[in-house]
Structures are given as C-alpha cells and as structure tokens.
C-alpha cells in the first residue's frame, strides 16, 4: 500500500509561482511513475507531469517550459514547480503513483491563480 500527502497548493496572482511536493509513505522502495494530474470544475483530470524513478519525464502541451517536475528517490518524494502561472491553470491538482499496475492517488491540492 501507498499513501500520498501533497502540499504547497494556494492561491496566487497571474504570472507568480507555486510549488507542490508529494511525499509517499509505504513499503515500496522506488516508485516506477510518480506524476501530478489536474481537474478543473466541468472538466476530465488531466495529465500535467510525470516522472519515472529513471529520471525521464513528460509534460502537457499546455505547461512545457512553465512547470518542471522532479523527485527524491528513494524518499519517492515528487515536486512539481509551478512558474509563470495562468488563470487557466486553476485546478485541484492531485499526485499519483503508479507502481506494475497498481495505481494510488493523493487527496488533491487546490490550485487557484487569479487574473
């Protein structure tokens, strides 16, 4: 089993910077795919970034060059910098692991960036 505790949401003006940090806590060592998703209200989640305990890493179309993920093995902590922030951005976000087929999800983080 994992659990995941995720921080650092809150609300910011447009063009500031947040940064988010999910901590795991369980029996397994080094977690394969550590990511953050998105869900807007009337929206589907969505992926933002993820990153393999190898150290690859995909993002969005939407927040390339903006946001930079990056993790702690073997603490499986993840953190998700957030620059340059756009009212469309608003969202809870919510981190995810993803460990040979076993999935688990963090409770979600608000997310708000006021125009």
């Known amino acids: 089993q994992v659990q995941l505790l995720e921080s650092g949401g809150g609300l910011v003006q447009a063009g500031g910077s947040l940064r988010l940090s999910c901590a795991a806590s369980?029996?397994?060592?080094?977690?394969?795919?550590m990511g953050w998703y998105r869900q807007a209200p009337g929206k589907q989640r969505e992926l933002v970034a993820q990153?393999?305990?190898?150290?690859?890493?995909t993002y969005a179309d939407s927040v390339k060059g903006r946001f930079t993920i990056s993790r702690v093995n073997p603490k499986n902590t993840v953190y998700l910098q957030m620059n340059s922030l756009k009212p469309e951005d608003t969202a809870v976000y919510y981190c995810?692991?993803?460990?040979?087929?076993?999935?688990?999800w963090g409770q979600g983080t608000q997310v708000t960036v006021s125009s």
């Open positions: 990153i393999t305990s190898g150290g690859s890493t």
């Open positions: 995810r692991a993803h460990h040979y087929g076993a999935v688990y």
């Open positions: 369980g029996s397994i060592f080094s977690i394969n795919i």
